[in-house]
């Protein structure tokens, strides 16, 4: 016998490329502009207090409970402490929920086409899931939710889709799953759509999932949040703690504190992309692109005459990344991220050139 039958072998999860250089980066719905200036001068002056004094934050354990960023959260959400978890990018708070709520010998179950982290965590975990076909249109079928199952997990708007259900659609499948944890996914939800945030006052099974990484512009900082009834935050602190127990780092807490706070340029920065993404929409139309509705900072779009792979290879020669997944349905789909207008004109003049 070997160790290496002992070890937990998994399939993990494949990023998008982290390319270094001059290039344009439309591959992992980064936000393209800066973080608010909030954050800089928090950071100049965290900064400041460490230098020398011993009165700095770095030197001890950060606290538990990340209280001045939940703070901040609660304070700017209108929602109390005690129902909101921050973690380690949404990335963390999902693979930390996966494992408290998702312990049935049922299936978990989630769309065909989504985040493809979910069936990576559900082997991680050792969990059974199922996955259920989106419609032609890529949009949920809302009855076939509801089923028996061990657990549910949506995006909305769903990734790399970009489609965006009503909170109507949503909260049919909550309701009838009461007997099982809902986790809405709303990595990409400030672009247009409507969270759920409103129903955990009337729901005790559903966790609400946001992030920093996109709409707030901190993906490198690693900040993500859960929101539900006291109840559900509790055994979600307790795996969490059980796991690790400093969830966050010191200038993840202080930082994303400032950038919480700012709403003013987190709603100026929101608006930018949304009517970037919109003018995006008409110029992928005129290029004979075709593409589901996308209320999300990506569109996921397929060329009418030309293979995605083929453009994609052609845009990454041209040093401008986008994703493309060799996967059944999707294969011949790019999923473009909205960059700044300057970034989306270069990408409009290659694509012109290459699909023409
Ligand atoms: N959920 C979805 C649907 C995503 O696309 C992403 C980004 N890859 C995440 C969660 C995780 O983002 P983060 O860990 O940066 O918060």
Redesign the pocket.
């Known amino acids: 016998m070997s160790w290496e039958e002992n070890v937990r072998k998994v399939t993990p999860y494949t990023a998008g490329e982290q390319p270094s250089g001059k290039v344009i980066k439309l591959n992992?719905?980064e936000c393209p502009y800066a973080p608010s200036p909030a954050v800089s001068e928090r950071m100049r002056c965290l900064a400041e207090m460490e230098a020398g004094t011993g009165a700095g934050m770095l030197r001890k354990y950060p606290d538990m409970n990340a209280t001045a960023l939940v703070k901040a959260v609660s304070e700017v959400y209108g929602i109390p402490e005690d129902r909101i978890f921050a973690g380690v990018?949404?990335?963390?708070v999902?693979s930390m929920a996966f494992m408290a709520f998702f312990n049935s010998d049922t299936p978990v179950i989630f769309p065909d086409i989504t985040?493809s982290?979910y069936d990576v965590w559900s082997e991680l975990h050792r969990i059974p899931y199922r996955t259920l076909p989106l419609d032609e249109d890529f949009r949920i079928v809302p009855e076939d939710y509801l089923c028996d199952n061990g657990g549910v997990i949506l995006?909305n708007p769903n990734?790399p889709t970009g489609v965006f259900e009503d909170p109507s659609v949503i909260e049919k499948i909550i309701d009838f799953n009461r007997d099982r944890v809902v986790i809405i996914?709303e990595?990409?939800v400030d672009f247009g759509g409507k969270s759920v945030l409103p129903l955990i006052d009337r729901y005790d099974n559903l966790l609400v999932v946001q992030?920093?990484?996109k709409s707030r512009a901190l993906?490198g900082l690693?900040i993500?949040l859960a929101f539900g009834q006291e109840k559900l935050i509790g055994y979600l602190k307790d795996v969490k703690f059980a796991f690790n127990s400093y969830t966050m780092n010191v200038p993840a807490i202080e930082l994303g504190a400032a950038a919480v706070r700012d709403t003013k340029y987190f709603e100026e920065t929101v608006r930018k992309i949304i009517r970037t993404r919109e003018r995006t929409k008409k110029e992928l139309r005129a290029l004979c692109f075709s593409f589901a509705d996308s209320e999300a900072n990506f569109v996921f779009a397929a060329h009418e005459r030309k293979p995605a792979e083929e453009i994609f290879k052609e845009l990454r020669a041209r040093s401008i990344y986008v994703r493309w997944w060799n996967k059944p349905r999707i294969s011949n789909h790019l999923r473009i991220t909205i960059g700044t207008d300057e970034e989306m004109d270069t990408l409009f003049k290659a694509l012109k050139e290459i699909v023409s």
């Not at 990018?89 to 963390?92: A, F, L, P, T």
């Open positions: 992992t719905n990018g949404s990335d963390d999902l985040y982290f995006p990734a996914d990595a990409y992030t920093f990484s993906a690693r993500g």
